[in-house]
């Protein structure tokens, strides 16, 4: 058997990383600083806007909007 670290009380969805990425909300869920980033990136990913592409958050509301036209 090996010591317990205060790792092994973290929980594995936050082992091993950076604090400094994370803040806690008001209601103390524990959330990315960066998830409105990533959650743009995602969503320029689902209407097929390239990564190595020069884009604008305007160009993937255009590229949604089309798709909702599409769907009515």
Request: glycine fraction near 6%; proline fraction near 3%; charged fraction near 40%.
């Amino acid at each position: 058997m090996r010591q317990a670290t205060q790792q092994d009380f973290v929980i594995p969805e936050f082992r091993g990383k950076d604090p400094a990425d994370y803040e806690v909300r008001n209601d103390g869920v524990c959330i990315r600083k960066d998830r409105w980033e990533m959650g743009m990136q995602r969503v320029r990913e689902l209407v097929g806007i390239k990564s190595n592409a020069d884009w604008e958050i305007k160009d993937i509301i255009d590229a949604v909007e089309n798709i909702a036209r599409k769907e009515t």
